[in-house]
C-alpha cells in the first residue's frame, strides 16, 4: 500500500470536558474520495478543521503528505508544529466551508487572487490567468468583477470552490457545501465537486448530507457517531447492507 496523503494516528481532541474525537484513527490514500457522514456534533467537521490548522489536537499524531501537520521532527523527537510550519502544510489544502466564507469587499476575481498573490507569490497576471481558467471549470467565466452579494448562494459556493482550487492544492475539504442552499441551488454546486471527483489525482474529503451523492461520486464512506468510526467501506455496501446497528439507524434502514 502506498503511503497515505492523510492519516490521523490515535488523535483525541477536546473540547473542554467534550471529547470530540476519541482516538481516531484514519488513513486517506492520495487520490482517494472519501465522504464522512453521521449525526449532528458527531465530530466531522472537526477532522476537515483540524486538517486545515483551524484546531490544534490534544494527543496523537496527524500526517499529511508523509509529514505531521501539528508536529515538526526534532532531533528525532516530535516537537509541536511551528506557525511556519503551519502555513507550509496548509498549502497541501483547500478548504470549502458551509457559509462561503467569500470575502465581501473585493470582487469574485480578487477573492480568488488573493492568496496565489499574497501566499504563492504569483505575478497579478499569473494569478489573473489562473482565476480565469477556475473560474471557467465552475461556469463563472461572466461574474469576475461581480461582489459576492449580487451572486446566487450557488454562484458564491461555486467562487469559494474556485478559490479554493486556484492554490492548486493535493487535497480538497468540504465542509457540507450545499447545506446553506435553497434547494434549487445544491445541483449546480454538487456538479462541480462530481467535475472535481473525476480528476484521478486530487484528494476529496468531504462531509455531507447529500446521502445520494455520497454514494455516486465516493470510493469509500465512513460513518462516524461520538467521534469515533463506527463503520467504513465501499458506498455501496455501506449504504444498502451496513453491518452496524447504529449505521442502519442513522440510514433508516431498520
Ligand atoms: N469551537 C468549539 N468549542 C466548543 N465546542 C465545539 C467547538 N467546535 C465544535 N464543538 C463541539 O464539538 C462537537 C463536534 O462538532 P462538529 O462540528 O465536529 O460535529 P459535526 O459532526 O460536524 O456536526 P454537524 O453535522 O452538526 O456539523 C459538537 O458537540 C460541537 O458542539
Redesign the pocket.
Known sequence: MNTPIIRFDNVVKQ??E?R?LNGLNLAIEAGEKVTII??????????L?ILMTL?PIDSGVVYVAGQPLWHEQKAGALMPASARHLHDMRKHMGMVFQQFNLFPHMTVRRNITEAPIHVLGLSKQEANERAEHYLALVGLTDHADKFPRQLSGGQQQRVAIARALAMKPRIMLFD?PTSALDPELVGEVLQVIQRLASEDDLTLLL?THEMQFAREISDRVVF?DKGEIVEEGDPETLFTAPREARTRAFLKLT
Do not use: I, L, M, W
Open positions: 473540547f473542554g467534550a470530540v453521521g449525526p449532528s456534533g458527531s465530530g466531522k467537521s472537526t477532522v478543521r484546531e457540507e462531509v462516524f
